[in-house]
């Protein structure tokens, strides 16, 4: 007695599920390769297996729908039963299609970001750890900040942290020695006379006369005023004899309202950033004090309109995308307005950007570059502070400022929005990666931003073809499988032991039909214009599938017994 036989969808079914766990296996053994963290790991894997199945589903739709006919009862070119045994093949085909359509380019999106970011993290890394042994930390910590937005866990991360953190208080305290070594000692009568008032200096202080040494001290000084050793004897000795009048606690008191009268009129001046600096050191005293809190955070929100915090953009760069921007507007004026950065990534607030160059021309012209850059609105902020130390500052450079004068400032307005960033950020990168919505209607806008709109219409064209040539497949497979349809019957075990051969023998010759679709794409793409573009593309597509379903008939003819 025969086996059962299988039907399209078990078929189809059984081998998307082993596809899938093939792909999962050659992306376990290629992670290694591939060079994807460890906190990406699995999230990679799946996906690449995900995109395995994609990949190879038109092969596995030929052979479930070959093998389902060859099993029919259909004898001839596609009878009434023939029809009925495609209609689970042409359901199949559309849930295929719409995976394609709509989850595929999400899935590459993703797989190109862990790679990107793992990338990043480890170049991030590399360029830390050559700029600390060559000594230049601010590089050093300015890597780390790229490293940080991507993975804070990694043991090479925490490491070269530690490592850097390390190098940076060294350097600290090495400048301080530095300034404190005492200059050579030249034997002559000044240094003679200057010592020795130095060194009765310390014997008064040392003694409790404060007043004495302090004289001595400044005599010292008149003498010889080259050695700074003096000089901090002379201002200590000064502060010896400041506590001597009110008590410690009410010249700490004065002296903190002194530092919050000073906050408060870089404040009004409109430093900002002195302020903030100012409040902050305040608040290290005593974050209770009530004008502090206040005009720290008074200060920070001046401060945004000239500068934004870093942590801002490690923040942007943790939770979105990061890709190459580049666009260029044309103004109607003639005047162009050009900018690119090496990453961008964007947020609800803001888009924001590394290495960014820009370049206005108009009157003034503007030509600058900026480590970080934060775009809000139509006002592009070239300057970026530390919050947690506000003395690590990153300043834009200007080439050109034209008639700006000698201070160009940090905010500049530009002839873009927030908006049409995004919309650039989004149709920047792989063409795959953008979803259909986006790849449908955003041609033209990438085109006003000055991006090339031929590779994206050339990808539109590659997912519009896609359920035509699933479609097209299934009618061949169909044809081929009554064309060799076996006098005896065959057994349901054999052939689920076949298919997966059948489909790693297809799957070459279908990359060199999809091939020349992608090159019909380009063509199509490049010499039909854009109003006429998809009406031609789909036109040929359709006569395509007609040319299928009279091969498919023409085999399945000769095959009919």
Known sequence: MPDKKPGFMASAAALIALSFAVGFFVSL????????????????ELTKALLYVAQWAPAILLVASAISMESSDASDNFSGAAYKVLMPAFAMAAIVSIFYLLIVPGLEGRKNRLESQSQLFIDSIRVADTALREGRLADAQRALITGAAIDQLDERYSSLYDRVESASIRAQATAGETSEVPLARQEDAA??????????????????????????????????????????????????LQ???????EKAAAAFYKRKLEGYARFQEGDYLEAYRIYSELAADNGADEDVKTYMARSAEGLSTIAFFIEEDERAFSRSDEKPFSITLKEPGGATASVSASRAASSEEAVYFRDLSLVLDGDPDIRVKAPFARLHGRTLVLKAVDRLRPDLVWEPRYTSSGGLGDDPGYA???????????????????????????????????????????????????RAAYPFAVLMLVLIGAGLGIRFKPTEPVGATARYLT???????????????????????????????????????????????????????????????
């Open 29 to 44: 053994a290629s992670i290694g390769r591939a060079d994807i963290l460890y906190k990406f790991a699995i999230s990679w």
């Open 499 to 561: 298919a997966p051969i059948l489909v790693a023998l297809a799957i070459p010759p279908l990359r060199v039909v999809a091939g020349a679709e992608v090159i019909a794409a380009r063509a199509f793409a490049t010499w039909i214009p854009s109003g006429f573009f998809m009406a031609a593309w789909l036109g040929f597509l359709g006569l395509c599938v007609v040319v299928s379903l009279f091969a498919a008939a023409r085999i399945a003819g000769r095959g009919a017994r």
């Open 191 to 240: 240094w003679l006379a200057g010592n020795r008032f130095y060194l009765e200096a310390i014997e008064a202080r040392k003694a409790g006369r404060i007043f004495d040494a302090h004289y001595l001290a400044k005599r010292s000084a008149a003498v010889y005023s080259k050695r700074p050793e003096v000089r901090r004897l002379v201002d200590e000795t000064w502060r010896d």
């Open 243 to 249: 506590r001597l009048g009110p008590s410690a606690e």
């Open 412 to 462: 500049i307005t530009v002839p873009f929005d927030q908006e049409d960033a995004s919309m650039a950020l989004r149709l920047s990168g792989a063409p795959e990666d953008i979803d259909l919505a986006l790849l449908a209607t955003g041609i033209d806008d990438a085109e006003r931003l000055g991006m090339d709109g031929k590779p994206l219409r050339a990808e539109l064209a590659g």
